[in-house]
């Protein structure tokens, strides 16, 4: 489980660093996002937003897997958020 949760880290960086990546071989020197026409800009903007998306989800899944396997020593400070997420908003409605 410790194995996966790693390759759910280190795939989520670095699908993190290839978004930004993409952003930044695309802005000039002053700090302006270049597209050649609309569609390439339509189609970076769904490129990145698809990239960043899959890096929080693959971060938050490895971090989670480490959190509630190591819960009884230092998982806790991940997990704790989670449950109490779980109590007030989802149970709370």
């Known amino acids: ?7 759910f880290l280190v795939a989520g960086f670095a699908l993190m660093l ?6 930044f071989d695309r802005t000039n020197q002053f700090g302006v996002e270049r597209f050649p026409d609309y569609g390439a800009k339509l189609w970076g903007r769904a490129k990145d937003g698809t990239l960043r998306v899959l890096s929080i989800v693959m971060l938050t899944a490895g ?6 396997r190591y819960e009884d020593s ?5 997990t704790l958020p989670v449950y109490l997420f779980a109590l ?6």
């Open 88 to 93: 007030f908003i989802l149970l709370g409605t």
């Open 1 to 7: 489980m410790e194995y996966i949760a790693v390759l």
């Open 18 to 23: 290839a978004h930004r990546k993409r952003r």
């Open 63 to 68: 971090l989670l897997m480490l959190g509630f």
């Open 74 to 78: 230092w998982g806790w400070v991940i």
